[in-house]
Each structure stands twice: as structure tokens, then as C-alpha cells.
T-cell receptor
Framework: GAVVSQHPSRVICKSGTSVKIECRSL??????MFWYRQFPKQSLMLMATSNEGSKATYEQGVEKDKFLINHASLTLSTLTVTSAHPEDSSFYIC??????????????FGDGTRLSIL | GQNIDQPTEMTATEGAIVQINCTYQTSGFNGLFWYQQHAGEAPTFLSYNVLDGLEEKGRFSSFLSRSKGYSYLLLKELQMKDSASYLC??????????WGAGTKLIIKP
């Protein structure tokens, strides 16, 4: 089955640090990748949708200058949390799908990144 | 607007059967997904329905009625490892997933 790899799985760092999270599709071309955030005991919250080669579309309330998304290739998208603060501590999950050839197929999720800002 | 409703929490007994309901309202419809999410982990895909009727996959089955905007996930022969959150998501006309808040299923011995 389709595999999405997300790295790192856990980050603990000081306030003010910028953190980069990578999301890779290993066996398919991910024309669209999604970045979610999930706080404890809450549902998934879509942060942004990125299409390969174009700017990401951010959901309302998500600061695009704070959460930088780059989707430079069909297999890699990155989320950079700039100048992270304790309130950015959360579980960040990426998902990917081939929106061109398989638009109605399921999104495949990475294993998530648990970010803790001290 | 677009909306997904599912119960917040359900409790069932090991070995029993449980049905988790989901109703949806979306702009257009391209299918209904169910995902399982264990605490601290990412969601994993369970099922996809785009036509009316029941899809069976081992102990798990999923049902869809497009005219009613309704789906359910049926779990049989419940095991303790089935304790998790179950997320319902409907795909709209733009192929975007609209997520429910999830149903936390608690299995008791």
C-alpha cells in the first residue's frame, strides 16, 4: 500500500527555535499534500493544503508566515514552524494523495511529529 | 455550510458489536471515508464508500446512504485493541475531505 514517511517523529526544543518537518511519499506521486495539527483529545485540524509547484492554501486563522510550507517536488513537502513558542506544541500530521490520477482515493497519513516547545 | 456529525464517545463490551453513525452535509459528494486513530498516533484508513450499500472488510463493515447523507461503521467481535477514535470524513466536489470530530470508542472487558 501507499506509504507516507514523516520526519522527525518527535522534536523537543527551546522557544524561538524554527523547526522543519518533512513529509515524503515513498511509492506514489503526491500532487497534493495536507498538513494537520491535532491538540490532545481534539480532532484533526487542517492547517494548509499544498499542491506541487504552487503556493500552499492556508485555512482561516493559520498564519502563513509562521507555518512555512514548501512542496517543491512530487514526493516531498516540508512544514517549517518559525520562531516556535510553547503554544505551538502539538501533534503535526501530514497526508498525501495523488489528486490528479486518483482524486477520490484516501489520503495516506504520515506517522506524525510530536512537537514540544519548552 | 459543510458539516459532519458523529457521536463524541461510545462504550461497548469486548466480543460485542458496535455501530458508529455519521451524518454529513457537503457541497457535492465524492465518497465517505472512515479512519481509525489510536491515541498519540496518526489516522489509518479503514474504508471508503461512494455507492449506497454495505462494504464488508473482515470484522469491520461500512454502510452509506447518499440520499440520507448517512453512514455507519460496524465493528463486530470487538477486541480491546479496537479502543480508539474513529473519524468520519466526507469528500466534497473539490475532492477535499471534511472531517468529523471523531468518536472515541471505549471497549470494556
Amino acid at each position: 500500500g501507499a506509504v507516507v514517511s514523516q520526519h522527525p517523529s518527535r522534536v523537543i526544543c527551546k522557544s524561538g527555535t524554527s523547526v522543519k518537518i518533512e513529509c515524503r511519499s515513498l511509492d506514489f506521486q503526491a500532487t497534493t499534500m495536507f498538513w494537520y495539527r491535532q491538540f490532545p483529545k481534539q480532532s484533526l485540524m487542517l492547517m494548509a493544503t499544498s499542491n506541487e509547484g504552487s503556493k500552499a492554501t492556508y485555512e482561516q486563522g493559520v498564519e502563513k508566515d509562521k507555518f512555512l510550507i514548501n512542496h517543491a517536488s512530487l514526493t516531498l513537502s516540508t512544514l517549517t514552524v518559525t520562531s516556535a513558542h510553547p503554544e505551538d506544541s502539538s501533534f503535526y500530521i501530514c497526508s498525501a494523495r495523488d489528486a490528479v490520477r486518483e482524486p477520490n482515493q484516501p489520503q495516506h497519513f504520515g506517522d506524525g511529529t510530536r512537537l514540544s516547545i519548552l | 455550510g459543510q458539516n459532519i456529525d458523529q457521536p463524541t464517545e461510545m462504550t461497548a463490551t469486548e466480543g460485542a458489536i458496535v455501530q458508529i453513525n455519521c451524518t454529513y452535509q457537503t457541497s457535492g459528494f465524492n465518497g465517505l471515508f472512515w479512519y481509525q486513530q489510536h491515541a498519540g498516533e496518526a489516522p489509518t484508513f479503514l474504508s471508503y464508500n461512494v455507492l449506497d450499500g454495505l462494504e464488508e472488510k473482515g470484522r469491520f463493515s461500512s454502510f452509506l446512504s447518499r440520499s440520507k447523507g448517512y453512514s455507519y461503521l460496524l465493528l463486530k467481535e470487538l477486541q480491546m485493541k479496537d479502543s480508539a477514535s474513529y473519524l468520519c470524513a466526507a469528500m466534497d466536489s473539490n475532492y477535499q475531505l471534511i472531517w468529523g470530530a471523531g468518536t472515541k470508542l471505549i471497549i470494556k472487558p
